[in-house]
């Protein structure tokens, strides 16, 4: 528990001095946001806002856990490393971004080509590793996919990560949820330590003990986000951040074998996927739309509510999912 209560707070320290030092930096370079031109009006004034802010607490996510992670590592690296990889196509898609003045970066096809790859190669480590189970949400049952394993996962970490990248639509609103999404999971990761301890599983426990201390250094690293991206925003993550921090979220739940508890604690995730995918099929089939623009805080958004107002909604529903989770475990 000691570990996890430094983790968030070294996370915390260390983001908070890294926004002190790169945001001078992102904006001496002119590393500004472009923001839709389809997007809300209210959102232009954003325009030139620093970008790629994701930096600031993917480097002490990855120095925290590795500094206080202990005996075995593989799935502390393997976190790391998915964080990492789709970070790096969320920091190609700013650059771009950035680099060519428009508000879209990398093609939809390379970037999933790209989440594709990863998981693939992230699925079938944790394959080989630990097998093909996965927990049932409220039940004692252990479900063997198969075969099946490796494309399950491969469409609930694209999926994820994407939604997460989603989310990331409204000041504070993609890093709030993931600071309660995170510390709720770091919860979980402790627990499946405990119970693997039990057992006598003791390699199994201490990698478990580690992603706890990975999820709770990104729930410090959130947090220290907060103070530059609360409303007025000084700092933007970009696709570099929330691609990173959807490649963080998922890899722990997969590696803790819990993917079905994604939906659940990351509900308000998959409400924001789910509201541009329905949106889009209305559109299509009837030439109408369900919402006033997606993904789903831009509804609200432009239904007059104030964009503090929708974050703390979020944010608020995703304790109470949360909560539903600690009882799914």
Known sequence: ??????????????????????????????????IRDDGPKSHFSKAGTPTMGGIMFIIPIILVSLALSTRSYDYVIAAVLSTLAFG?????DDFINVYKKRSLGLRAYQKLLGQIIISVLFAFF????????????????????GYFYIPIIVFIMV????SVNLTDGL??????????????MSIIAAFATYA?????????????????IFAAAMAGGCLGFLRFNTNPAKVFM????SMALGGGLVAIMVLLKMPLLLPIIGGVYMAESLSVIIQVISFKSRGKRIFRMSPLHHHYELGGMPETRVVAMFMIATVLLCLIGLLAV
């Open 1 to 34: 528990m000691d570990r996890i209560i430094y983790s968030v707070i070294i996370s915390f320290i260390f983001t908070l001095a890294l926004g002190v030092a790169i945001i001078p930096m992102l904006r001496k370079l002119k590393l500004g946001q472009n």
């Open 88 to 92: 790096a196509i969320g920091f190609i």
């Open 126 to 145: 944790v394959y080989r590793n630990s097998g093909s189970t996965v927990y049932v949400p409220f039940t004692d049952i252990q479900w063997d996919l």
């Open 159 to 162: 999926g994820t990560v994407n």
């Open 171 to 184: 000041d504070g609103l993609a890093s709030g949820v993931t600071l309660i999404v995170a510390s709720t």
């Open 196 to 212: 693997m301890q039990e057992e006598g599983l003791i390699y199994i426990a201490e990698n478990y003990k580690n992603l706890s």
């Open 238 to 241: 970009g696709d570099t951040g």
